[in-house]
């Protein structure tokens, strides 16, 4: 039953009950709210002025203490307003020929029907701000 948020649920027209969770279902659910998330800017939900992430503008000019920044606010953001995860953790990904790539690994467990499934995926900030998220 909780293998997409509500929203979604309401969005697609199925109100039935199921007893078993689709775990691929659940992970793509997850994924695309994560996308949503982290390309909402803050500030821009009025009720919730701190959903979604600062804007990266207004973080470049601290490189390179903006790559800690910014993977602190992606765990922060993914602990506030993604409850199905757990156990969340959030590294930068060094590159060789890009030091001050923004790209970072999440690995967090998903919640599934009682047991936990580890879930990981990377993360890149793009120049124009924009996170792609496992593409």
Do not use: C, K, W
């Amino acid at each position: 039953m909780f293998d997409r948020r509500l929203l979604e649920r309401v969005r697609s027209g199925r109100a039935e009950a199921r007893t078993t969770i689709d775990t691929s279902v659940l992970m793509d659910d997850v994924l695309r709210h994560l996308r949503e998330l982290f390309n909402v800017r803050r500030g821009s939900v009025p009720i919730r002025p701190d959903y979604g992430m600062p804007d990266i503008n207004d973080l470049i000019h601290l490189m390179p203490d903006a790559i800690d920044i910014l993977g602190t606010e992606l765990r922060r953001q993914i602990i506030a307003f993604e409850p199905r995860l757990r156990d969340v953790t959030v590294r930068h990904v060094p590159s060789e020929d890009r030091p001050d790539s923004l790209t970072y690994a999440i690995s967090a467990a998903l919640d599934v029907d009682g047991r936990r499934e580890r879930m990981a995926v990377e993360t890149q900030i793009g120049d124009n701000g924009r996170v792609r998220l496992g593409d």
